[in-house]
């Protein structure tokens, strides 16, 4: 059998594809503030460690930012020409904060939904399009593995059924066409939902690493 994610486990090392804290995807709007001043964004997923978020600012590796209160550093950054795609580390404890309240509500509708994946999946931001019962829309996937991810939908989906996803292309990676289908509903509201891979129909699981090392490039920086 392929081994896949070669790069990723040479990353990973003893953690055997586990992040030290478990991340929750959302949709919660906030305001960042900066050197700059304050601008609007996006949470979509947090952690005991800190948070991503989609910011309108462009915020840089390394500077100190506020979100909704909380102090934060920016660990990594991907940039795209309307927004910014931005991985905040937490300088502060969490008890005590609307960060806690809201990791409680997440982990408990966890709980509710599917057991821990089998296969490693990496947080990414790559722009992708959904056919779905015969209707394109545009997407975002939010979190990648070899054989599944999560994406955030333009429109609302179904809580079950096939679909196809269009992965690209971007700059200096491939358009990856793949068979797919929604397992489960992250967040009705927000539109976020987890697929299970079921074959190409363009590009191969080769492309799909590109992906992936791509996504762990971005964390390095």
Not at 38 to 61: D, F, M, T, Y
Not at 134 to 151: F, N, T
Request: hydrophobic share 35%; glycine share 10%; charged share 25%.
């Amino acid at each position: 059998m392929e081994r896949p994610l070669a790069r990723v486990e040479d990353i990973l090392g003893d953690q055997g594809g586990r992040r030290r804290d478990v991340r929750y995807a959302c949709s919660i709007p906030g305001t960042v503030t900066s050197g700059r001043g304050e601008s609007p964004c996006r949470i979509v997923n947090l952690s005991q460690g800190g948070l991503s978020a989609h910011c309108q600012e462009k915020l840089h590796k390394g500077e100190m930012v506020e979100v909704r209160g909380l102090r934060c550093q920016v660990a990594w950054v991907t940039k795209t020409s309307g927004e910014c795609h931005a991985r905040l580390a937490l300088l502060e404890p969490v008890e005590g904060t609307w960060l806690e309240q809201e990791l409680q509500e997440l982990s408990l509708k966890a709980k509710e939904g599917l057991q821990r994946r089998s296969s490693l999946r990496v947080g990414c931001d790559f722009p992708a399009t959904v056919l779905f019962q015969e209707k394109s829309h545009q997407a975002r996937v939010i979190d990648l593995g070899s054989h599944g991810a999560r994406i955030e939908s333009s429109q609302p989906l179904g809580s079950e059924g096939p679909l196809v996803l269009t992965l690209g292309p971007t700059s200096d990676l491939p358009t990856v066409v793949i068979n797919a289908a929604i397992i489960a509903v992250h967040d009705e509201n927000a539109l976020f939902y987890g697929l299970a891979f079921a074959g190409f129909q363009q590009g191969s699981s080769a492309d799909l690493r590109l992906y992936l090392n791509c996504a762990l490039e971005v964390k390095r920086r």
